[in-house]
């Protein structure tokens, strides 16, 4: 078996540090991607001497990610993603056992022997997320506020019960807020304040302030 050696490239990081000074980070030398055809053939010439089972596949799968990114390859997988290995340099350890950040601030100083494996990257294929999107188009919060996704879901009784809350507790409403607690996107959130600010009957009133929009519940003191 070879010796596995994982090729490694120093750059500069893109902020200097907090004295002013030019630190440097690592990552993978990559020679190739194995692709799906590439994993294919191994797979057929795994077959030949074993009966796969869906855990079986999968140790393979297993084993075939690691070989080949310890061995400088990307591997893409068509339809889900690509995979490659992740770099890093050794935290400093004090004589505590406490764990610090390694700052380098000479490339010419890094060696092997400064490195380990941080972690997996992966980037999905285009096809991928459309398919996760179209599957799962909405979203709810986790303490039940509701999910967020289609026109329809607060009705303008349900807002302006939930914006009364939030004033029962805050003094002010801003779009960065809104848009957060209630989960909104940004278009949402302009219709939302939009609504809430028009008429005889409007909810909020908006004010100006060092470049910041502003919402009160109408008829009280800014």
Not at 65 to 85: A, E, K, P, Y
Not at 116 to 130: C, L, Q, S
Not at 179 to 197: P, R
Request: proline share 3%; glycine share 8%.
């Amino acid at each position: 078996m070879s010796e596995i050696k994982i090729k490694f490239s120093v750059y500069p990081n893109p902020l200097k540090d907090e004295e002013g000074r030019t630190t440097y980070q690592v990552r993978q030398d990559t020679i190739g991607t194995m692709d799906t055809k590439g994993l294919e053939s191994e797979l057929a010439h795994y077959n030949l001497q074993n009966t796969f089972t869906f855990g079986g596949a999968m140790e393979w799968l297993q084993k075939q990610l690691i070989s080949n990114m310890n061995f400088n390859r990307n591997i893409h997988v068509n339809g889900v993603g690509t995979f490659w290995l992740k770099i890093g340099l050794k935290p400093i350890i004090d004589e505590n056992g406490k764990k610090h950040k390694r700052i380098v601030t000479d490339p010419n100083a890094i060696t092997g022997n400064d490195l380990e494996v941080t972690g997996v990257n992966f980037k999905p294929d285009k096809e991928f997320m459309a398919n996760l999107k179209r599957e799962l188009p909405y979203f709810e919060h986790s303490d039940q506020r509701g999910s967020v996704g289609h026109s329809d879901d607060y009705t303008e009784e349900e807002m302006h019960q939930s914006i009364k809350e939030w004033f029962a507790k805050n003094d002010y409403l801003t779009r960065t807020q809104m848009a957060s607690f209630w989960h909104l996107t940004e278009y949402k959130t302009k219709q939302w304040l939009q609504f809430l600010t028009t008429g005889d009957d409007a909810l909020l009133v908006c004010r100006k302030q060092a470049g910041t929009f502003f919402y009160y519940l109408k008829g009280t003191s800014a």
